[in-house]
């Protein structure tokens, strides 16, 4: 992979529970935030070159994630126990001022290099070539749905094999 594409995949998976947890407690159906989460990543990614290196990932994302979350709201017009405004200043809150910590770096590493080369393949494609889903989707002969699934797989993959590893050091 891409320096570019690397980082990309490393910061979205040590963010990423993070950016989950926003998103649930906006929509608060399990389905409605996977599908949100994916919209997020595939918007991430797009503007992914607007990031500035060094600043802030997590804030970046979770507002990401806080406009895509509320949009889905508004387009699905779901009835919800909470406010629009009262979620927006949940989103707000809950984008801490986190920082990057160089052991989930080093875990994320040596996961990675534990994927099947399937799974590294379809991470490269998606991100390091700079194609939408969609045209990845084609590409493979299969339904985008399943695309995001497996995405949705390899990320949490990612994200379990990190805990693992930080919980084996001590460092989690």
Same mark, same amino acid.
């Given at each position: 992979?891409?320096?570019?594409?690397?980082?990309?995949?490393?910061?979205? &998976?040590?963010?990423?529970?993070?950016?989950?947890?926003?998103?649930?407690?906006?929509?608060?159906?399990? +389905?409605?935030?996977?599908?949100?989460?994916?919209?997020?990543?595939?918007?991430?990614?797009?503007? *992914?070159?607007?990031?500035?290196?060094?600043?802030?990932?997590?804030?970046?994302?979770?507002?990401?994630?806080?406009?895509?979350?509320?949009?889905?709201?508004?387009?699905?017009?779901?009835? &919800?126990?909470?406010?629009?405004?009262?979620?927006?200043?949940?989103?707000?809150?809950?984008?801490?001022?986190?920082?990057? *910590?160089?052991?989930?770096?080093?875990?994320?590493?040596?996961? &990675?290099?534990? =994927?099947?080369?399937?799974?590294?393949?379809?991470?490269?494609?998606? *991100?390091?070539? +700079?194609?939408?889903?969609?045209?990845?989707?084609?590409?493979?002969?299969?339904?985008?749905?399943?695309? *995001?699934?497996?995405?949705?797989?390899?990320?949490? &993959? =990612?994200?379990?094999?990190?805990?693992?590893?930080?919980?084996?050091?001590?460092?989690?």
């Amino acid at each position: 992979m891409s320096n570019r594409s690397d980082e990309f995949v490393e910061l979205l &998976t040590l963010h990423q529970s993070q950016i989950f947890a926003l998103i649930m407690a906006m929509v608060q159906r399990l +389905d409605d935030a996977e599908d949100v989460m994916q919209e997020t990543v595939a918007a991430m990614w797009k503007d *992914y070159a607007k990031f500035e290196p060094g600043s802030n990932f997590a804030a970046w994302a979770c507002t990401t994630a806080k406009h895509r979350a509320l949009q889905h709201l508004q387009n699905n017009r779901r009835q &919800t126990l909470l406010s629009e405004d009262y979620l927006a200043d949940l989103a707000d809150r809950q984008q801490d001022d986190s920082s990057y *910590y160089p052991a989930r770096q080093s875990a994320l590493a040596e996961c &990675t290099k534990k =994927l099947r080369e399937k799974d590294a393949d379809l991470l490269r494609r998606c *991100y390091e070539r +700079d194609q939408s889903v969609g045209v990845v989707a084609k590409q493979l002969g299969r339904p985008l749905g399943s695309v *995001y699934d497996s995405l949705y797989r390899i990320r949490r &993959t =990612l994200h379990e094999c990190i805990n693992r590893v930080l919980a084996r050091e001590g460092s989690a």
